[in-house]
């Protein structure tokens, strides 16, 4: 399920995938969609590894709380992987281009609501709702943060990966 935003092109050119309902994504604008589709996913095909690539205002948006709680709590675990830039990326870059990325501060962008920062701890969202949650913040991390995670959800845990992509 993948709903990113500022991350799309390096997404769609990094997973090349071949074969039909392995990429699923959605046209319209729903930036929480990732989230709950994910769910639905795994209801629908207990099977399969569902895997939910979504920005942070879509992890947030997706009301985190409700769809991994559910996840855990009627076994339909998946990994979401949080693609943390610490803000409403593609709507910030607009306002910058509109109107000069030097005259829009880091105080302004935050009293605009472009900004989610300090991030919350995404990965202890996560944990309250008995799914599990590792933050990686280094490069080197990602692949072992991966295989942890998937470890966890093959063994019928939720799992929440927070990628900071930008840091504060
Ligand atoms: C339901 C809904 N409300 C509002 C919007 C308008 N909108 C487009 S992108 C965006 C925020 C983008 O920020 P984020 O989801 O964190 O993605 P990023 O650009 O940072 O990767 C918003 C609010 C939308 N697409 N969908």
């Known amino acids: ?7 799309s092109a390096s997404v769609t050119e990094q997973l090349l995938r071949t074969k039909p309902g392995t990429f699923i994504s959605n046209a319209g604008g729903s930036i929480q969609w990732a989230l709950g589709a994910a769910l639905g996913a795994k209801v629908a095909a207990p099977d ?40 409403y990326g593609i709507v910030k870059k607009g306002v910058q281009k509109r109107y000069g990325a030097e005259k ?6 935050f009293e605009m609501g472009l900004d989610i920062k300090p991030t919350p701890e995404y990965a202890l969202v996560a944990q309250a709702c008995g799914a599990y949650g590792r933050m990686v913040e280094d490069p080197a991390d990602v692949l072992p943060a991966l295989k942890d995670a998937l470890g966890q959800v093959r063994s019928g845990r939720p799992a929440v990966l927070d990628v900071r992509i930008e840091r504060e």
């Open 104 to 109: 829009i501060s880091d105080g302004m962008a």
């Open 48 to 87: 399969r590894t569902v895997v939910s690539l979504t920005s942070d205002g879509g992890f947030v948006w997706g009301c985190p709380v409700a769809t991994l709680w559910t996840a855990r709590a009627y076994n339909a675990p998946f990994l979401a992987i949080v693609f943390n830039n610490q803000g």
């Open 1 to 7: 399920m993948n709903f990113t935003i500022s991350q």
